[in-house]
């Protein structure tokens, strides 16, 4: 079973950047497509962004041309760069671990805030 722990949320102001980091443990890393998620209060957990082991990404068209994923297989890590940050984009980010890309047996982290606000 692998194990998610993110980092990397806070504050930032409209138009800013950030970057999240989600480091894997407990499992072969290439074996899972991995995500990023996020939750606003009373909303349904949406897809942000994936990319699969081989490095094949897909996002959703509020992020397009604003957010970057990436992995870096040797460390276990995958990484959501934020840039262009809106006042929509505050809410929890959440890190998904999804063996051959099965979301029914995936691996949810704890989550992280991201805000924008001036």
């Known amino acids: 079973q692998v194990q998610l722990v993110e980092s990397g949320g806070g504050l930032v102001q409209p138009g800013g950047s950030l970057t999240l980091s989600c480091a894997a443990s407990?499992?072969?890393?290439?074996?899972?497509?991995m995500g990023w998620y996020r939750q606003a209060p009373g909303n349904q957990r949406v897809l942000v962004a994936a990319i699969t082991s081989g490095g094949s990404t897909s996002y959703a068209n509020f992020v397009k041309g604003r957010f970057t994923i990436s992995r870096d297989n040797a460390k276990n890590t995958v990484y959501l760069q934020m840039t262009n940050l809106k006042f929509d984009d505050t809410t929890v980010y959440y890190c998904?671990?999804?063996?051959?890309?099965?979301?029914?047996?995936?691996?949810w982290g704890q989550g992280t805030q991201v805000t924008v606000s001036s």
């Open positions: 407990g499992s072969i890393f290439s074996d899972y497509v």
């Open positions: 998904n671990a999804a063996p051959q890309g099965d979301l029914r047996a995936s691996t």
